[in-house]
């Protein structure tokens, strides 16, 4: 299957991410993991990271499939 993984990058370190295999937000630092606890705890956000891994990933991983099938 596909994983969709929503870096959330600060001073060029990735502290938080959201992986759609897990269906969670996983923290890399300390600052990074209180995010993590909170974001996971809120709903509406899981949600919005939900509606983007629907909207986004289904629809390209459709056009990359069939782009795929084309050149076969």
């Known amino acids: 299957g ?6 959330y990058v600060f001073n060029q ?3 938080i991410r959201f992986n759609s295999t897990v269906g969670r937000f996983v923290g890399y630092t300390e600052h990074g993991l209180k ?16 509606v983007q891994l629907e909207s986004y990933c289904k629809h390209n991983a459709a056009i990359d499939y069939s782009a795929i099938l084309d050149k076969t």
């Open 13 to 15: 370190a990735e502290y």
């Open 35 to 50: 995010n993590a606890e909170a974001w996971n705890s809120d709903a509406g956000i899981l949600g919005q990271e939900q």
């Open 2 to 7: 596909m994983e969709y993984i929503d870096s």
